[in-house]
């Protein structure tokens, strides 16, 4: 089974960074699809930003509320997807969750952002930015 394990959230103030790091636990093969999604209480879960890997190359994704601010990569050999979040706003504090497991059952450039398409999640890192 795989199970993502996040790790490098934090405490930081407005204007900070912080830098995420994800590996897909019981992952065989390099993944093809990964993304970070963030909930924070009374919300719905929300894409951050998504990467995919294949025969038309690297296509990455992301929120417009993270563009410019967020870098999603995949690091070396070992599956590990880390998230680089910088000018962190108070509005960014959430727990951020790692996910891969793509269902196939639509197209990725439309849906990356569903948590409804992947079946392997992690527990979680928390993220709190204060002013």
């Known amino acids: 089974r795989v199970q993502p394990v996040e790790s490098g959230g934090g405490s930081v103030q407005d204007g900070g960074s912080l830098r995420l790091s994800c590996v897909p636990s019981?992952?065989?093969?390099?993944?093809?699809?990964m993304a970070w999604f963030r909930q924070s209480p009374g919300k719905e879960r929300e894409g951050v930003a998504g990467f995919y890997t294949g025969s038309g190359g690297i296509k990455l994704q992301y929120a417009d509320s993270v563009k410019d601010r967020f870098t999603i990569s995949r690091d070396g050999d070992d599956n590990t997807m880390s998230l680089q979040m910088t000018g962190l706003k108070p509005e960014d504090t959430a727990m951020y969750y790692c996910?891969?497991?793509?269902?196939?059952?639509?197209?990725?450039?439309?849906?990356?952002?569903?948590?409804?398409?992947?079946?392997?999640w992690g527990r979680g890192t928390q993220v709190t930015v204060s002013s």
């Open positions: 019981g992952l065989t093969q390099a993944y093809t699809y």
């Open positions: 996910a891969t497991g793509w269902k196939y059952r639509t197209t990725w450039a439309d849906n990356w952002s569903s948590p409804d398409e992947f079946s392997y």
